[in-house]
């Protein structure tokens, strides 16, 4: 988080921080007028939306973009004050407007060029419009900055993954697991990395702390399953995706899994055709859908068994 001042900002800062919101508030409505303190107040704001803090992960959501209205304002009359373009870029970032975003933090950046959050909302920004390399000289650069940090680690580990440097990638996210092994997101990424190694003994283990840390996860329990069918162990993992379906019946990823595994035995080549179209109906441009379906056609006329992979 960065730091917005002194005083009633400092205390809003440490409620904030220590996820006390009203206090925050507060404190923020307590500092003297003018744009750090409504920056601080947008901050509030953002943080009481209840979604996850991903790319796209409020998309039409009227509260963020309201925020994001306020803070678009900000930036123009206080056009030298780094953080309220962080702030703006991050409630793009939620709201799926990458390049919108990207153009808030780069001006945040050049802001705060010591500031490692800046560094890291850009990153992600970069990674959502497709650029691979510079994402990851961002991320570096906010890793540098601040090296304790597990999302930083782990944002670095995703920008590895996606250039091919999975190595590198591994050995962020066991970095992130040494930091907080308490963190089931870090578990979870470590083993979908290593699932690329073929370190399946490994992958299996961090993929079944990552669900007993966070057993209502329904990716989790998709990637374990998923690794589990690498493992052959088909009944298990089918056990997996079907408590991933429970938990989440819109999980795209959990029916292709289900159907991957299906397909395999003659017996339920029907319930796997259904399982694609569950998901075909879920997201029916997906190229793995499609895939599939075409997959089990030749399966049925002698062909291989469709596979998937872990949940995204």
């Known amino acids: 988080m960065i730091r917005l001042g002194d005083g009633e900002l400092a205390a809003g800062d440490d409620a904030f921080e220590r996820g006390d919101l009203s206090a925050a508030a507060k404190h923020y409505s307590a500092a003297p007028p003018g744009t750090p303190a409504r920056v601080g107040l947008a901050r509030v704001r953002l943080a009481r939306v209840d979604v996850p803090l991903d790319y796209g992960a409020a998309k039409g959501?009227?509260?963020?973009?309201?925020v994001a209205a306020e803070l678009g304002r900000l930036v123009k009359v206080s056009p030298q004050f780094g953080p309220a373009f962080?702030?703006?870029?991050?409630?793009?970032?939620?709201?799926?407007?990458?390049?919108?975003?990207?153009?808030?933090?780069?001006?945040g950046v050049e802001l705060l060029p010591d500031e490692p959050e800046a560094h890291s909302q850009l990153g992600v920004a970069l990674l959502a419009t497709g650029h691979g390399p510079e994402a990851v000289r961002e991320l570096t650069r906010a890793v540098e900055l601040d090296p304790g940090s597990s999302p930083r680690?782990?944002?670095?580990?995703?920008?590895?993954?996606m250039a091919g440097r999975l190595p590198e990638a591994i050995s962020e996210f066991e970095t992130r697991v040494r930091i907080d092994d308490g963190d089931a997101r870090a578990h979870s990424d470590l083993g979908a990395a290593l699932l690329g190694t073929q370190e399946l003994d490994r992958a299996l283990s961090e993929l079944r702390r990552a669900v007993q840390l966070a057993p209502r996860s329904a990716p989790f329990h998709s990637n374990l399953g998923y690794a589990l069918q690498q493992a052959g162990r088909l009944d298990r993992a089918m056990a997996e995706y079907r408590e991933a379906l429970r938990l989440d019946p819109r999980l795209a990823g959990a029916w292709i899994n289900l159907a991957s595994a299906l397909a395999r035995d003659p017996r339920t080549r029907k319930e796997a055709r259904a399982a694609l179209e569950r998901a075909?109906?879920?997201?029916?441009?997906?190229?793995?859908?499609k895939a599939n379906l075409e997959e089990?056609?030749?399966?049925?006329?002698?062909?291989?068994?469709?596979?998937?992979?872990?949940?995204p």
């Not at 089990?296 to 949940?311: I, Q, R, S, W």
């Open 61 to 66: 959501n009227a509260e963020i973009a309201a």
């Open 280 to 289: 075909r109906a879920i997201v029916p441009d997906d190229p793995r859908v």
């Open 296 to 311: 089990l056609d030749a399966l049925e006329h002698g062909g291989g068994a469709p596979d998937a992979g872990p949940v």
């Open 153 to 161: 680690r782990g944002n670095l580990g995703a920008a590895l993954m």
């Open 86 to 107: 962080v702030e703006l870029g991050r409630a793009r970032l939620l709201l799926g407007d990458a390049v919108g975003a990207s153009d808030a933090l780069r001006r």
